[in-house]
Each structure stands twice: as C-alpha cells, then as structure tokens.
C-alpha cells in the first residue's frame, strides 16, 4: 500500500512539477522536439532510400543465353543445374519464341521483319532469366552458370551492377552511422537540457535530502517528469511522422521525382517510426533525468 | 535517559582544517542546549555532524542508537527521518505554499493522506501559523518562514531537533518568538540543540550551555549564559 501511495505520490508531483516550472519544462520540452524532429526526417530518408537500394538490388537479373544447338533435354539438364545453385532466388525460361513475339508486340519494324522467320531462322537464344539472393555474390554465381555446358553467354550488367553495388553498400552503412550519431546527439542534448534544468532545481533536491528522502525517493519524481517531458517533446515529431509522411505519400502518389524511386507505404511503417520515437523521448528523457539528479545526490 | 553520545570526535576537512577536536559529550532526553563560541569555532560543524551531514574524522556519535559516523551517504536517511533540522535561511521550498512545504517530509515517508492533513495542520497549529496555511513563503515575513522550517521540522514527531542559527537572519523580537515556539516544543518532550550567536536569547533562557573555542569544548553549564564566557 505504501509503495503505491509512494509511487501514486510521485507521479502526481512529477506532473505538477511539469507546470511549476513551465519555462524550464517549455525548454526541455522543445530542445526534445526539435531533436525528435531532426531524427525523424533522418531516419524516413534513410528508410527510403535503403527501401530504394534494395528494390534496386532486386531488379539485378542474369541473363543467360542458351546454345540454339541443344535440344529440350539439354535445356532441362542446365534447368536442374540452376537450380542447384544456392544464390539462385527464382528462374524463368524464356525460348527464342516467346522472346521474338514479345519483341515484335512491341514495335512494327521488329513485327515486319520477324514474322518472315521460320523455325530455323530466328538467330534469337533461348534464356533464363535468374534472379539471385544476395547481389553481392552475382559475379560468382554468374561464372558458374556460365560454365555449364550449353550456356553460350551470361550477362548481368557487368561493370555497372558493381558499381552501385559499391554505392549502395556504401549509402546504406552511411544512413545507419547517421541515424546513430543523429541518436546519439540527442541522447547527449536532450540529457544536457535536462541537466540545466534540474541544476536550478537543486535547491529541491538538497531540501529533499535534509528531510529524510532516501536516495531512490528523491530520484523517483525526477524519472517520472524526465518520462512525462520525453513524452510531450515527442507529440510533434510523431505528429509531423504520422500526417506528414502520409500526406507526402499520397501527394507524390508514392513515387518521388521518378517511377522509379518508389516510397516506403506509409502503414505500417509510420507506426514503427512514431513509436521508435516516442520510446527514444521517454528513454532518453528519464535518462537525462537519472542521471542530472545523480549528481547531486551523495551515494 | 541518554540520546546522543558523543566520544573523542574530531572533524578534519580535507583542505586540512581542522574544526572540531576531541570532542566529549553527552546529552539527555528531552534536553535543550545552546552552543555557542565565535564563527569558526566549530558549532556549524557539530550541528552538521550530527545531521551526518558531515562525517567525523574520528570518534563516535551515537543518536538514539544509531552510530552516525559509520552511516553509509545511501542510508542518511534513516536518520534524518528521526530528526528536525532548523536552518538560518529557512530553506522553504518557493513553489509549495505553507501547508505543502510542511506536508512534504510526511508525503515523502509515505503517510496516508488523511494523516498528513491531521499532523501538518498540527505542526502548523503549534508555530502559530493556521490562518496562513495557503500562503506562499514570499508572502510570509522572516519569522513566519522560520516558524514554517521549524513546522516542519517537527511533524514527523522526531524526538531530536537540530537548529543551526535559526534566529540568525531575524530581529530580536522575532528571534524571541522563535525561541518561544522551540521552547513549547522542548517541552513536550523534543531533545532541541541549537546553535546560536544570539547573547540575549542564551541569557533569558537559561538552559544549558556549550562553548566551543577553536574547535575544542571549552565549557559545559547546566544553567549556563554567554555572560559566563569571558573573551567570546
């Protein structure tokens, strides 16, 4: 009964201690807002732009051309041998058929020329178009398929492909140095903000100690107003999360600038984000809190 | 019955002075005592021992049991839960009016709230303060803000109140107010050590008297006034 009352006690002081010190509760309150603000944009950029690095990986396809001298047992047998390959996602067999008439919808000069072909004309291959796991290990799945017997020729964007892979590898380790650091810098603000505040509180926190509080009593109250300014300072930054980003989405109709930078949908992933940063304002605050009081507690 | 005792304390502080030495005392139940000397004479420092707010460099002091020196910082509390400390700057909290400022030492202990509207409207009884009950310290005059430090102080009941020049900031008159109050405080039972500067209050009240001269214990009288000490 007497730890509730204790505990019902402080948290009571906590909120109205968020009031008596308006100016100093105003002051934490926006320093954790416009941090939160910061982290938000930068961790929806760095979603997205991770999002669009691994639609990006995903387009990455090998081709492989098949020698129009093998028969369909031939065809079946480099079948099974791809599919034994670990780094194979998925496969598709194109013939040179299905490749001529998906070329000849597509314009009249190709239809005009290759409807002459016969059977034995068409110089077109037969594929397999391969969509591989990890795109960091394209190249060695690449020359494997590339020797099986009956492949004539393996292309995958060569040259290009590396490249941005290296980019993109290196972009989505950046984000997540950035988003740290941005972490980070909060943490380190928020905590400071807080300090100061708590600083022209100390005449409080002696006053506490004299008439019998117990460390952790003084503590206590201190936590819990670090808890409710974390909470208040992240309102803003959720909201900012939650109806900006949606309206974004649905102003660009989830394509940025291109067709091909596509949006992360908003749901369910402003909710993550918003709670993300709702969890990060209340650690932090209580944090900030913990430790400015330690400080001037003798333990 | 004895409540503290005192033996062979002595308080060196770190940049090396030395404020109280060898100190022997003892002091009963229910006892009011005056010390006194000059500034720098180590009453502060014994006042502040006491409170463990200061930890003796030897010695020991025992208060109703507890052995204060060997109190670890983390359970200071439990001894300042059995004590009142008075203060020459009052040391009220701003934002809390009369009543809150009292009540706050009860809240914190854990008291029921029907107790503590019944103990605080007591203590506040008791200093003379009811009808100011919802004033905020900055409306009060230093007497009055005393009269709430000591309220408060003693609303838990404690059974030994510290006051460390409590009429220090304030005028004769007020200061004889103030010693009125301690008085009917010590009488229903409280142990009250005060540390003072004030002549004319040691002299009227006549109680007994410690004088510390450069950190030592220079004199002990029962019914003592600061006439006796020639030279402070």
């Keep these: 009964m007497k730890v509730f009352r204790i505990l019902g006690r402080n948290i009571r002081d906590a909120f109205r201690s968020v009031f008596r010190n308006f100016s100093l509760s105003i002051a934490s309150i926006s320093c954790i807002t416009i941090t939160l603000v910061v982290v938000s944009i930068s961790v929806l950029s760095s979603y997205n732009v991770d999002n669009f690095t691994k639609l990006m990986k995903q387009d990455f396809t090998i081709v492989v051309f098949l020698d129009n001298k093998i028969d369909q047992k031939g065809i079946t047998e480099i079948e099974t041998e791809i599919e034994k390959i670990e780094n194979v996602e998925s496969y598709e067999y194109e013939s040179k058929i299905d490749i001529a008439s998906s070329m000849m919808a597509t314009s009249d000069i190709f239809e005009n020329i290759m409807k002459e072909w016969d059977e034995t004309e068409n110089p077109l291959q037969d594929t397999f178009l391969i969509k591989v796991k990890d795109t960091n290990y394209i190249n060695q799945t690449a020359n494997k398929i590339k020797q099986l017997e009956g492949v004539t020729l393996v292309k995958y964007g060569e040259g290009i492909v590396e490249q941005l892979l290296t980019v993109f590898n290196i972009v989505e380790k950046a984000l997540v140095v950035v988003v740290l650091l941005l972490v980070f810098v909060t943490a380190f603000l928020i905590t400071n903000t807080i300090k100061l505040t708590i600083f022209s509180r100390k005449k409080e926190i002696e006053i506490m100690r004299l008439v019998g509080s117990s460390n952790i009593n003084i503590q206590l109250p201190f936590i819990i107003e670090g808890l409710f300014l974390g909470l208040l300072g992240a309102v803003i930054p959720t909201l900012i999360v939650i109806y900006g980003y949606t309206a974004l989405y649905l102003n660009f109709d989830g394509r940025l600038f291109s067709p091909f930078i596509r949006l992360v949908h908003p749901e369910p992933f402003i909710y993550v984000v918003s709670l993300g940063l709702v969890s990060l304002g209340i650690i932090v605050g209580m944090m900030g809190s913990y430790a400015a009081v330690r400080k001037y507690l003798k333990i | ?232």
Excluded: W
Excluded at chain 2, 62 to 67: A, L, R, S, Y
Excluded at chain 2, 117 to 141: F, H, R, W
Excluded at chain 2, 153 to 159: E, Q, R, S, T, Y
């Design chain 2, 1 to 232: 019955m004895e409540l503290i005792r005192i033996k062979g304390v002595e308080k060196q502080y770190k940049n090396g002075v030395t404020a109280v030495y060898d100190l022997d005392l003892k002091i009963k139940k229910g006892d009011f005592i005056f010390v006194i000397g000059a500034s720098g004479s180590g009453k502060s420092t014994l006042i502040k021992m006491l409170h463990r707010e200061e930890k003796p460099s030897k010695g020991q002091i025992i208060i109703g049991g507890i052995d204060v020196a060997k109190l670890r910082n983390n359970k200071v509390y439990k001894l300042r839960r059995k004590l009142g400390i008075v203060f020459q700057d009052f040391k009220l909290l701003p934002k809390l009016n009369v009543f809150e400022n009292v009540a706050f030492t009860l809240e914190i202990f854990g008291v029921p709230m029907s107790e503590i509207k019944e103990k605080t409207l007591k203590a506040i009884e008791l200093v003379g303060l009811k009808n100011k009950a919802k004033q905020y310290p900055d409306k009060l005059s230093g007497g009055e803000q005393q009269r709430v430090a000591i309220a408060r102080a003693i609303v838990n009941g404690p059974k030994l109140l510290l006051c460390d020049e409590p009429t220090g900031n304030l005028d004769h008159e007020t200061s004889m107010e103030i010693m009125k109050v301690l008085e009917v405080i010590n009488n229903l039972g409280t142990t009250i050590i005060m540390a003072t500067h004030d002549r004319d209050i040691v002299n009227k009240m006549k109680k007994r008297v410690i004088l510390l001269e450069n950190g030592k214990l220079v004199k002990d009288y029962e019914k003592g006034s600061y006439d006796c000490n020639e030279g402070v």
